[in-house]
């Protein structure tokens, strides 16, 4: 089935732990991005990658990084986790260039930081 | 800054109709999405106006105004499974995506 993958669905992580968060797609889309999504707010886009080889910052990219390696994979990293970033964590993809058209969401990952 | 306004949340009665509006500031306009998050779920697309004027799709609607900086997504025939967020989001000039924070829509029978 045509979509995004992402890994792990959940996760409870001891502060100061180092943890990556994995999303796959199989749509062959160029662009890919992350966000998380807290109560109350918008969706904040983190970072993002409008091909194989680049990424780029979103609007809060600090304490994470990300890597694009080939079209199909676009990896999370959080280097040392923090409470603050308890959060669930949404992979998209969109074809064409960046917010060129409507984005794909993976099912999501839900992450405590304790 | 840029800023998208969405009502937090509204009731309506299945089989009813309703409306969700959305009021954006942007640098520039290259688009407006709407998206349904159902609980504990992915966002999914729904609709996209970029000229002015209503597009249809089956019982969802979604109007966009330019000039105004509105838009608003409308319901017919609300069904129990219409209960989700509805989410807002414009495409600036410079192609950023800009999100609100949604609209929580509750069915009642």
């Known amino acids: 089935i045509a979509g995004i993958t992402q890994a792990p669905t959940s996760q409870i992580l001891a502060a100061g732990r180092r943890m990556t968060l994995r999303c796959t797609q199989d749509?062959?889309?160029?662009?890919m991005y992350w966000y998380r999504q807290d109560l109350g707010l918008g969706l904040r886009l983190i970072h993002y990658?409008?091909?194989?080889?680049?990424?780029g910052k979103g609007e809060v990219p600090d304490g994470y990084s990300v890597s694009r390696a080939n079209t199909d994979d676009f990896p999370l990293t959080l280097a040392s986790a923090v409470p603050s970033q308890t959060s669930v964590y949404f992979c998209?993809?969109?074809?064409?260039?960046?917010?060129?058209?409507?984005?794909?969401f993976g099912n999501g990952t839900r992450l405590t930081v304790t | 800054g840029q800023n998208i306004d969405q009502p937090t949340e509204m009731t309506a009665t299945e089989g009813a109709i309703v409306q969700i509006n959305c009021t954006y500031q942007?640098?520039?306009?290259?688009?407006l999405f709407w998206y349904q998050q159902h609980a504990g779920e992915a966002p999914t697309f729904l609709s996209y106006?970029?000229l002015d004027g209503l597009e249809e799709k089956g019982r969802f609607s979604s109007f966009l105004s330019r000039s105004k900086g509105y838009s608003y997504l409308l319901l017919k025939e609300l069904q129990m499974k219409d209960s989700a967020s509805y989410l807002c989001?414009?495409?600036?000039?410079?192609?950023?995506?800009?999100w609100g924070a949604g609209t929580k829509l509750i069915i009642k029978p």
């Open positions: 106006n970029v």
């Open positions: 749509m062959r889309h160029n662009a």
């Open positions: 942007t640098s520039g306009f290259n688009g």
């Open positions: 990658s409008n091909t194989a080889g680049t990424t």
């Open positions: 989001a414009v495409t600036d000039s410079n192609y950023q995506l800009i």
């Open positions: 998209a993809s969109s074809p064409g260039e960046v917010n060129g058209g409507p984005l794909h």
